[in-house]
Nanobody, 115 residues
Framework: QVQLVESGGGLVQTGGSLRLSCGATGTIADLNYMGWYRQAPEKQREQVALITSSGRTKVAASVVGRFTISMDNATNTVHLQMASLRPEDAATYYC?????????WGQGTQVTVSS
């Protein structure tokens, strides 16, 4: 079983930056990718950024050029560097891990962007 623990959320002003981190522990069977999703109130959860175990990345169009995803394979930790934050980026951000046994979600970390 995989456990994901997120950190780094908080309150930031428009234009500011935050760095989210997610560490995975437990039994990880053939890691495929890790990533971040977000969900704002009354909206569907959406994919933000993914990174495969080989380092390939996929970033949502809404955050391209502002958000960067990276992963430390040695520690199974994924980071999301967020810059130029906008009010519409405010949401609960969830870490996700996909391996050969399925997918696992973190508990979420709140990002609030003040205008």
């Amino acid at each position: 079983q995989v456990q994901l623990v997120e950190s780094g959320g908080g309150l930031v002003q428009t234009g500011g930056s935050l760095r989210l981190s997610c560490g995975a522990t437990g039994t990880i069977a053939d890691l495929n990718y890790m990533g971040w999703y977000r969900q704002a109130p009354e909206k569907q959860r959406e994919q933000v950024a993914l990174i495969t175990s080989s380092g390939r990345t996929k970033v949502a169009a809404s955050v391209v050029g502002r958000f960067t995803i990276s992963m430390d394979n040695a520690t199974n930790t994924v980071h999301l560097q967020m810059a130029s934050l906008r009010p519409e980026d405010a949401a609960t951000y969830y870490c996700y891990l996909d391996d050969s046994s399925g997918g696992s979600w973190g508990q979420g970390t709140q990002v609030t962007v003040s205008s």
